[in-house]
C-alpha cells in the first residue's frame, strides 16, 4: 500500500485523500507549538520555500500527546505557526499519534520504521528520559517518542526514512533533496 492511499483531516473536518499528493516528495511531521523543538518551524518554513517548486510537500500534524505542549485549537495553533514562523505550508487537525486513538497514517508509518531512539548526546538522553514517563500512559508499542518526528515519503509513496525530533535539520534536508 502506498501511503498516497490514506486520508487524513484538514483543519475544518474535510476529508483530504493524500492522493493528491501522488508523484510529490512528502515530510509528514507530528507537531507542537510549546515544545523545546518548536523552533523547528523555521527551518521547516524554509526548506518548504527551497524545494515545493520542485515538488516537495510538509504534512504537519499538531498533537498534544507529549507533555501537553500543542494545547490550542486548530485555528490557534495555524495562527501562533504563521503569526510567529511564517509556516505556508498544509496544516491538519490536530491527531493523537499513540494509543487508541492513534491516527491509521502515523500507525503505519511508525509500524513501517519504528522508533530506535533518540540517538545520541546530552539532548537526547535528557529528551528520553521525559519521554518514557510521558508515553507510558499510551501502552505499548509506542509509534512515536516525541513532538517533531518526521517520516520521508517519495514520489512513489514509499517510506524512506525517519527522523526522530533530535535530528539534524541539515540532514533531513540532505535526504529530502536527495529524493527530489
Avoid at 507542537?32 to 527551497?50: H, K, M, N, S, V
Wanted: aromatic residues 14%; hydrophobic residues 35%.
Amino acid at each position: 500500500m502506498s501511503f498516497f492511499d490514506y486520508t487524513v483531516t484538514a483543519q475544518d473536518g474535510s476529508e483530504v485523500s493524500l492522493t493528491q499528493f501522488e508523484g510529490k516528495v512528502l515530510l509528514i511531521v507530528n507537531t507542537a507549538t510549546g515544545c523545546g523543538f518548536t523552533p523547528q518551524y523555521e527551518d521547516l518554513e524554509r526548506i518548504y520555500a527551497a524545494y515545493r517548486d520542485r515538488g516537495f510537500e510538509i504534512l504537519d500534524f499538531p498533537c498534544n500527546q507529549f507533555g501537553h505542549q500543542a494545547p490550542g485549537s486548530d485555528e490557534e495553533i495555524a495562527q501562533f505557526c504563521t503569526m510567529k514562523f511564517g509556516t505556508e505550508f498544509p496544516q491538519y487537525k490536530k491527531i493523537d499519534v499513540n494509543g487508541p486513538d492513534a491516527d491509521p497514517l502515523f500507525t503505519a508509518l511508525a509500524a513501517e520504521k519504528p522508533f530506535e531512539g533518540f540517538g545520541r548526546g546530552v539532548k537526547a538522553k535528557a529528551l528520553e528520559q521525559f519521554a518514557k514517563k510521558n508515553n507510558k500512559q499510551y501502552g505499548e508499542p509506542i509509534n512515536i517518542g516525541w513532538n517533531f518526528t518526521k517520516f520521508l515519503v517519495n514520489r512513489a509513496g514509499e517510506l524512506v526514512a525517519r527522523f526522530e525530533p533530535t535530528a539534524d535539520m541539515d540532514e533531513v534536508e540532505k535526504a529530502i533533496k536527495a529524493q527530489l
